[in-house]
Nanobody, 115 residues
Framework: QVQLVESGGGKVQPGGSLRLSCAAS????????MGWYRQYPGNQRELVAI???????NYADFAEGRFTISRDNYENTMFLQMNSLKSEDTAIYYC?????????WGQGTQVTVSS
């Protein structure tokens, strides 16, 4: 079955960096559009960035210029490099795989930005 496993979260000081990974299995990874989303307690998940099967990317305004999404189709893994982190980036970050209107989600990884 399809499984998405996020890793790389943790606590970092404002201005610091983190690199999140999403390892996929049980799916033809290269055929899927992949995305990172985040969720604050009590809020809906919001889009951070997406990378399509063809490699095109889109970013939320808050992520533009600070975050970089990428994928390695040989390793079946997606990444999110986050730089210049701010306290408001504190959230649970989820990865999502989409194809033909079918979506799969990972379990999430906590990112905390605090001094």
């Amino acid at each position: 079955q399809v499984q998405l496993v996020e890793s790389g979260g943790g606590k970092v000081q404002p201005g610091g960096s983190l690199r999140l990974s999403c390892a996929a299995s049980g799916m033809a990874f290269s055929l899927y559009d992949m995305g990172w989303y985040r969720q604050y307690p009590g809020n809906q998940r919001e889009l951070v960035a997406i990378i399509r099967s063809g490699g095109g990317t889109n970013y939320a305004d808050f992520a533009e210029g600070r975050f970089t999404i990428s994928r390695d189709n040989y390793e079946n893994t997606m990444f999110l490099q986050m730089n210049s982190l701010k306290s408001e980036d504190t959230a649970i970050y989820y990865c999502k795989a989409s194809r033909n209107y079918i979506n799969y989600w990972g379990q999430g990884t906590q990112v905390t930005v605090s001094s």
